[in-house]
């Protein structure tokens, strides 16, 4: 294989233009090969705003270009299990934004196709190779905060003026906890190191049938219980904070922020102000995968972690399904 993945991007979305293709243009080891969209015009704005090798004006075409190593896929979470399985089928390698599935029987049947077409599959998460997180996981797993009493976590912004956006329809697997839920939850498992033992979730739904808002409780082993809350209709905060025994950590800087980052340690009534200088969470993903893809390194989110993930974004937002 070349030093450079060749990529094709499956999707004309926002966060493809924003974040994944800038991201893999800024890589040492990534070549941005292909776009694919299915309004001729759109895909013009990314061909001349990318300049990519070539274009197409369909999933399918590029999904047959044999010279595309990689795919990434931008699509509505609902379009997720289609187009992962068919550029699986391909031949293509795979990187899903997140969410990846809508429920864990999804996921585990697009792991499997992964497995059995022995191509690489992972689960987009930028926020994760912030060094931040890293830094946050560290504190944590060294026990400089003593021992984990609680987490308190938020990710809100207002999406109430945009009323035709994809995330209130349903039909696209749109809502609160699918989009912000899903990274709220994985952080806080990340920094738990484990699954938790119980979980409570009151889930505020729009006449859409989408939920507007989310609020979870977990429990890990009566050890220490976390909360978070997900919204659609608040001003933007994605704030996180920790407590222990010796100390309490917050940071209001999450989800894939880049640049000088700060987080505050708080031990009695003085509060110390750190930073942490960041790359772009985006290229840092896309040159991880590229990596995995050539065997340089193992994927950060595993397999289990990803199914796990969907498994409780979909008890969270049935609570009454058990």
């Given at each position: 294989m070349s030093e450079k993945l060749k990529w094709g991007i499956l999707g004309t979305a926002n966060i493809a233009r924003k974040a994944l293709i800038p991201g893999i243009l800024a890589s040492e080891n990534g070549e941005l090969y292909a776009i694919a969209g299915r309004k001729k015009e759109k895909v013009d704005e990314f061909k001349s705003q990318f300049n990519p090798k070539?274009?197409?004006?369909?999933?399918?075409?590029?999904?047959?270009?044999?010279?595309?190593?990689?795919?990434?896929?931008?699509?509505?979470?609902?379009?997720?299990?289609?187009?992962?399985?068919?550029?699986l089928e391909s031949g293509k390698n795979v990187l899903c934004e997140k969410p990846i599935a809508l429920d864990e029987f999804e996921a585990q049947t697009m792991f499997n196709r992964a497995f059995s077409q022995k191509k690489v599959l992972m689960e987009a998460f930028a926020y994760i190779h912030n060094p931040l997180i890293k830094k946050m996981k560290e504190i944590i797993d060294k026990g400089s905060l003593g021992e984990i009493k609680a987490m308190e976590m938020t990710f809100t912004f207002d999406l109430t003026a945009r009323e035709k956006d994809i995330r209130w329809s349903k039909a696209l697997g749109g809502g609160a906890m699918y989009d912000l839920g899903c990274y709220t939850l994985h952080?806080?498992?990340?920094?738990?190191?484990?699954?938790?033992?119980?979980?409570?979730?009151?889930?505020?739904?729009?006449?859409?049938?989408?939920?507007?808002?989310?609020?979870?409780?977990?429990?890990?082993?009566?050890?220490?219980?976390?909360?978070?809350?997900?919204?659609?209709?608040?001003?933007?905060?994605?704030?996180c904070q920790i407590h222990g025994s010796e100390g309490s950590l917050m940071t209001p800087f999450t989800f894939n922020e880049k640049g000088t980052l700060q987080y505050y340690i708080q031990r009695g009534k003085e509060i110390t102000e750190y930073t942490v200088d960041s790359p772009d969470n985006y290229m840092l993903e896309?040159?991880?995968?590229?990596?995995?893809?050539?065997?340089?390194?193992?994927?950060?989110?595993?397999?289990?972690?990803?199914?796990?993930?969907?498994?409780?974004?979909?008890?969270?937002?049935?609570?009454?399904?058990?």
């Open positions: 070539t274009v197409y004006y369909s999933y399918e075409e590029l999904l047959k270009d044999d010279n595309i190593q990689a795919v990434y896929i931008p699509l509505p979470n609902a379009l997720h299990l289609e187009w992962v399985i068919k550029a952080l806080t498992r990340h920094l738990a190191g484990k699954e938790p033992t119980q979980v409570k979730s009151f889930v505020k739904r729009t006449p859409y049938g989408v939920d507007e808002s989310t609020t979870v409780l977990m429990n890990f082993d009566d050890q220490f219980h976390t909360t978070f809350h997900v919204g659609f209709t608040e001003q933007f905060n994605q704030r896309a040159t991880h995968f590229a990596n995995v893809v050539m065997g340089k390194e193992q994927p950060v989110i595993s397999i289990k972690d990803s199914v796990m993930n969907a498994s409780w974004i979909r008890t969270i937002l049935n609570p009454f399904s058990k």
